[in-house]
């Protein structure tokens, strides 16, 4: 994957360990955070306690750009239950170095687009996800 | 290597059952006796899988429950769930069991009920299969399981030119051998034509693109190699592999590959001391056709990039190279989360006896069996083969 990750630079701003909690206070502040292991260099979408490709315990938080490629799509037009809408786009995006899964608002996107964060939508229980739309 | 050996096959009819779970994994455990010639008695335990019966049924601890219909109370039961793969990882413990002397006879299988017999909706139980999805990273986004298939298969039509109509010939292959096995749950003989008319459920897959929700049963035997000469039609063991890949899907290295699948065919395989072109079919997890397409590059039956243009030439038929699914797979013979796996090693064990009736291959004596779970982060591949 191409494009650059934002290393933590604001200090306080970023969580020093990255938790579920803190992934969704990022986004619903309008940035996606991610973890960059020391060790292999991965970097994802999602807190972890450990590198999943690698297994350091060494994580650092990062703010992930909130642009990205599409890397793949699908609409889905059988929602399951607790959905209302129908017809909507779920979208993996790379974001820099990493990935996320998210919703889609606006525009059909194909695979290599640009599209940017737009905020978040949340299920019925109220647990947010990204929610890109075409740049 | 003989790692252990199937000295007794039974299933249900996959389709739909107003059978309680105990009573329908029953009939596929009383016809895995009958087939071995061993009764209750000669048990050792019960490897069960059931995948979602807590949330479809409000039915847990199922283990000793259906151990206690059956026979065979008193034996170490355990109840195994890793989604699709439910059943497989049920039975790659049961072949460790009997391979590590433990036990000499182990039961396994399972059982599960996915279709409205059980009270639930289509959109109740699309929301109830959602959950081997990421509960935090993934289900609010609002993804489904056509959904997570979709996005694995989108991105391989993207790198490899697969196309929708490579899928249709998928769905059409498997329809016309479900309707050559009694035990399926549809089979029908559809045209292209007539699964690229069907409603869009999840881009790029239309209804006849998607297994079926279904019922049923499925149970084998296993037994040591020292133990199985004592029965009358033993089928080797050769290979179980079984391998892990990172969830949440956005986190994986290259998604569509299906690294576990790769991983898990490469452990089964060096088990074996066999290799992908010495496979005389196979059984893989077309949960949607894409699947098998993927599953089918991952166990290296076909070249990567190949699965689609060597569905739509009929080289996975069963009268193809190597035939895929003959059994009607997944999306013909149905997919009772739960029973899936163990029967896809009830279809092996009847493939290389040559037992398997009207959709029988002509002198099939090596297989393998691909079994999935989640968004393929749960692979378990078992080769097996005639015993010499």
Request: a negative charge; proline letters at 5%.
């Amino acid at each position: 994957m191409s494009g650059e990750r934002e290393v933590a630079t604001d200090g306080g701003a970023l969580p020093e360990t990255l938790t579920y909690e803190g992934w969704c206070d990022g986004l619903k502040n309008g940035r996606l955070f991610g973890q960059a292991c020391r060790e292999c260099g991965h970097v994802g979408g999602t807190p972890k306690a450990a590198c999943p490709h690698c297994g350091s315990r060494g994580l650092e938080t990062v703010s992930l750009p909130t642009t990205g490629e599409v890397y793949t799509e699908t609409t889905v037009n059988v929602p399951p239950a607790g959905v209302e809408e129908r017809g909507y786009q779920v979208v993996i995006v790379a974001v820099g170095d990493a990935r996320v899964m998210a919703r889609l608002e606006g525009e059909h996107v194909d695979i290599g687009e640009e599209v940017r964060l737009a905020g978040y939508v949340s299920d019925e229980g109220g647990a947010p996800a990204p929610l890109f739309e075409p740049v | 290597m003989v790692r252990a050996s199937v000295v007794g096959a039974g299933m249900t009819k996959f389709g739909v059952h107003a059978t309680p779970l105990q009573e329908l994994f029953g009939e596929a455990a009383m016809a895995a006796f009958d087939d071995a010639g061993v009764g209750p008695g000669d048990v050792d335990a019960l490897h069960f899988g059931n995948a979602m019966g807590g949330q479809t049924e409000n039915d847990t601890h199922l283990a000793p429950k259906v151990a206690s219909h059956v026979g065979i109370a008193g034996v170490p039961a355990q109840r195994y769930e890793d989604a699709c793969a439910t059943s497989a990882t049920a039975f790659k413990n049961a072949v460790e069991a009997v391979e590590s002397g433990r036990h000499d006879v182990v039961l396994a299988g399972g059982v599960e009920r996915c279709t409205p017999q059980v009270g639930l909706d289509t959109p109740e139980m699309t929301r109830i299969f959602a959950s081997a999805s990421h509960r935090q990273y993934e289900q609010p986004t609002g993804i489904t399981f056509p959904g997570v298939f979709a996005l694995f298969t989108k991105r391989h039509m993207y790198e490899h030119g697969t196309t929708e109509e490579h899928l249709a010939h998928v769905a059409v292959k498997n329809h016309a051998n479900g309707t050559r096995n009694e035990k399926a749950h549809f089979g029908k003989h559809v045209d292209v034509e007539d699964a690229l008319d069907g409603p869009v459920i999840a881009d790029p897959f239309r209804l006849m693109d998607c297994c079926p929700f279904s019922d049923g049963a499925s149970a084998v035997l296993v037994v040591s190699d020292e133990y199985a000469d004592s029965f009358d039609a033993p089928v080797d063991v050769a290979g179980v592999g079984h391998a892990t890949d990172v969830v949440p899907m956005a986190d994986k290295a290259t998604p569509h590959v299906t690294q576990a699948a790769r991983d898990a065919a490469g452990q089964a395989y060096e088990q074996a001391d066999t290799t992908a072109d010495a496979m005389g079919f196979a059984e893989v997890h077309d949960c949607f056709t894409g699947a098998e397409i993927l599953a089918s590059e991952a166990l290296g039956l076909v070249p990567d990039g190949e699965g689609g243009p060597w569905a739509a030439e009929g080289r996975t038929a069963m009268e193809g190279e190597i035939p895929i699914n003959s059994s009607g797979g997944l999306k013909a013979k149905g997919h009772p989360i739960g029973a899936t796996g163990t029967g896809q090693i009830v279809e092996l064990t009847e493939q290389i006896r040559g037992d398997a009736g009207a959709h029988q291959l002509a002198g099939v004596e090596r297989g393998v069996a691909h079994n999935l779970g989640g968004d393929a982060a749960t692979t378990v591949v078992t080769v097996m083969e005639a015993r010499t």
